[in-house]
């Protein structure tokens, strides 16, 4: 079934470490999204890529990385977590084009204590 | 004031009933208009993508938009158990503007 992947599903991260969330799509999609999801405050996005090789910032990129050396895979890399960063993230994938819409990953969930 | 608000809920009907959910936004801008479902532990799913004023159908699914006032709606007619989850509003701009700018969701159950 085409679509979304992500890894993992769920991870606990002492404070300080490296992480590194994985996002692949098999829809030869474009643009790629990383969003974080946190109660009261919605989702969020942190970084996006429009097409291989370019990346931009969202909205909270502060402590976040990303790189986008194919069409398929789109890596989130947290440097040196933070328990600020506990969150649901989430992946997704659009065409190129204003009427394009996004589709999305199943989530990460991340704890850093 | 921001972009897009939504109210949270939670809202909860009997099954049968007629939903209405509600976003209203503030940049004029804003051409393309989106509903997801999310349910519990999962990602957004596209429910109903709409362009420019007026209604789409989609089922039981009827999303509406007044640009004039700045207001969209989703409407479930008929609710069932199933349409349990959280329902999140997006938008959009045109041209390469890919980003798009969420609702924080409602939270809406329908009981048996």
């Known amino acids: 079934i085409a679509g979304i992947t992500q890894a993992p599903t769920s991870q606990i991260l002492a404070a300080g470490r490296r992480m590194t969330l994985r996002c692949t799509q098999d829809m030869r999609h474009n643009a790629m999204y990383w969003y974080r999801q946190d109660l009261g405050l919605g989702l969020r996005l942190i970084h996006y890529s429009n097409t291989a090789g370019t990346t931009g910032k969202g909205e909270v990129p502060d402590g976040y990385s990303v790189s986008r050396a194919n069409t398929d895979d789109f890596p989130l890399t947290l440097a040196s977590a933070v328990p600020s960063q506990t969150s649901v993230y989430f992946c997704a994938s659009s065409e190129t084009g204003s009427t394009d819409t996004q589709y999305f990953g199943p989530g990460t969930r991340l704890t850093v204590l | 004031q921001k972009e897009v608000e939504q109210d949270p809920g939670p809202l909860s009907v009997p099954e049968g009933a007629i939903v209405s959910l509600n976003c209203t936004y503030s940049?004029?801008?804003?051409?393309?208009f989106m509903w997801y479902r999310q349910y519990s532990r999962k990602g957004p799913e596209l429910l109903m993508y709409?362009?420019?004023?007026g209604n789409k159908e989609d089922g039981r699914f009827t999303a509406q938009v007044d640009k004039s006032s700045k207001y969209i709606s989703l409407f479930i007619r008929d609710s069932q158990p199933s349409d349990s989850a959280t329902y999140l509003c997006?938008?959009?701009?045109?041209?390469?503007?890919?980003?798009?700018?969420f609702g924080k969701g409602t939270l809406l159950t329908v009981n048996p």
């Open positions: 940049n004029s801008a804003f051409q393309y």
């Open positions: 709409t362009y420019s004023s």
């Open positions: 997006a938008m959009k701009n045109g041209g390469s503007n890919y980003k798009l700018t």
